[in-house]
């Protein structure tokens, strides 16, 4: 094992701002007393190709550096053949991105004090990942795994938009304004789906496969979820409409939204969504194709560093 940090580095991340600083950030992690080898990632999926070679050349600590898109990019990294490479090798997060909702959850901060804290300590504990195929835009069956949320409809449109655009207003505002941009010209659509052995053939808004509590920027659309139960939390937002999705919108930011009588919740480890209309997909703040989509939890599978 290498005990050495390999940090792979998003320049772009954070409108850039991550290019910027990483420099100031390498010297002070150093100076602290911590050993860390890093790359600059170039291309969209780079970060997967980059922790996958750092961990089978024996690094044990691979740390990213930049959004949510960058995480999920690296957690693909540990695995080939739809297996861990190395049981024991950990991922540690320095969240730099719009979103910072995985963190959220896991409880950790974003400064660089709390990530050189984190690091020293090297505390790890074992969370679980959801696993999902669907399609890519040249119509190829893909699976991806995720540490956050997923989720198809509203939500896949919204990140498409947001991704699409400047992110220079910051998460927060990124998202929000991306939001309500969507609903005006989203319509609901006609879905099939199924967790386990549960049916549902409705027209609903979005469904959303949660294994953490935040997406979107701060909207605390699952506040049950727990990472390391072993089961993903379903919320699925049914036949609304757009003035009644606009009323009740800020209760997602506090997580009031589940006494809504169009919002339901359910658990589940095993999720198909269908749909009759195209319908995006958005994995960990990353709109990477279309439905249909199979999920899959796998529990306490990956070890994240988390400091406490």
């Given amino acids: 094992m290498n005990d050495k940090i390999f940090a792979i580095v998003n320049p772009v991340s954070a409108n850039g ?26 291309y969209p999926m780079h970060a997967k190709d980059l922790a996958r070679d750092a961990i089978e050349s ?4 691979i740390l990213s550096v930049g959004g949510d898109g960058t995480m999920n990019e690296v957690l693909n990294g540990f695995f080939s053949d739809e297996k861990l490479i190395d049981e024991d090798a950990a991922l540690a997060i320095f969240s730099r991105g719009t979103g910072c909702d995985a963190i959220r959850t896991l409880g950790l901060r974003k400064d660089v ?14 969370y679980d990942v959801g696993l999902v195929e ?3 835009y040249h119509g190829n069956k893909l699976k991806r795994y995720f540490l956050n949320v997923s ?45 386990d052995d549960l ?22 659309i699952a506040p049950m ?21 606009l009323i009740n919108f800020p209760k997602i930011y506090k997580g009031n939204h589940l006494s809504h009588p169009k919002v339901k919740h359910f658990k589940g480890k095993n999720i198909i969504v269908k749909s009759k209309q195209k319908a995006l997909i958005e994995v960990d703040g990353e709109q990477p194709g279309l439905i249909e989509a199979k999920f899959q939890i796998l529990p306490r599978k990956i070890k994240i560093i988390t400091g406490e």
């Avoid at 024996?58 to 600590?61: E, K």
């Avoid at 004090?113 to 074992?126: D, G, P, Q, V, Y």
């Fill in 225 to 245: 979820a727990k990472m390391d139960d072993g089961y993903f939390d379903i919320i699925i937002i049914e036949n609304i409409n757009k003035l009644d999705l």
């Fill in 199 to 220: 049916e549902i053939n409705k027209r609903l808004n979005s469904v959303i496969v949660a294994n953490g509590k935040y997406f979107g920027g701060g909207m605390k």
């Fill in 151 to 195: 989720d198809v409809g509203l939500g896949g449109e919204t990140t498409n938009r947001v991704n699409k655009n400047s992110k220079a207003l910051k998460g927060f505002l990124s998202f929000l304004i991306g939001a309500l941009t969507t609903m005006i010209v989203y319509k609901n659509k006609d879905f099939q789906v199924i967790i």
């Fill in 113 to 126: 004090e709390s990530i050189i804290k984190i690091l020293k300590m090297r505390k790890t504990e074992k």
């Fill in 58 to 61: 024996g690094y044990n600590i």
């Fill in 134 to 136: 669907f399609t890519d």
């Fill in 17 to 42: 701002d991550t290019g910027k600083k990483w420099p100031y950030f390498e010297k002070l992690i150093r100076e602290s007393g911590i050993d860390l080898d890093y790359v600059y990632t170039e």
